[in-house]
């Protein structure tokens, strides 16, 4: 499976921003599909998660309300919609794809299998 993430850029504080992660995949339904994000000198974090239907999100409490995770499986892509954009939001942002097929939407990176190269978030004050 490879995924390509884009949608990255330098935004205002209180701004909005989407991002877009196409993958190619067969059975693309099937994957339970993750955002993560890193900052300089922090480790990886969970940011959202969507379950291979769609019918379950789940996110960090420090993005509840302002994104929202989806996808479209007819396109193999998933996107994360991010609004009222904090400083602390700037980061690299990966999505990943979870092969599991358990129906639990996982928070640890260590699960997904595989990643996207990345896209970089810049959020100003």
């Known amino acids: 499976v490879q995924l390509q993430a884009s949608g990255g850029g330098l935004v205002q504080a209180g701004d909005s921003l989407g991002l877009s992660c196409a993958a190619s995949?067969?059975?693309?339904?099937?994957?339970?599909m993750g955002w993560f994000r890193q900052a300089p000198g922090k480790e990886r974090e969970f940011v959202a998660g969507?379950?291979?239907?769609?019918?379950?999100?789940y996110y960090t409490d420090s993005v509840k309300g302002r994104f929202t995770i989806s996808r479209t499986n007819a396109k193999n892509a998933v996107y994360l919609e991010m609004n009222s954009l904090k400083p602390e939001d700037t980061a690299v942002y990966y999505c990943?794809?979870?092969?599991?097929?358990?129906?639990?939407?996982?928070?640890?990176?260590?699960?997904?299998?595989?990643w996207g190269q990345g896209t970089l978030v810049t959020v100003s004050s």
């Open positions: 990943a794809a979870d092969r599991s097929n358990t129906g639990v939407i996982v928070t640890t990176p260590r699960h997904y299998e595989y």
């Open positions: 995949a067969l059975a693309f339904s099937s994957y339970i």
């Open positions: 969507i379950s291979g239907s769609g019918g379950r999100t």
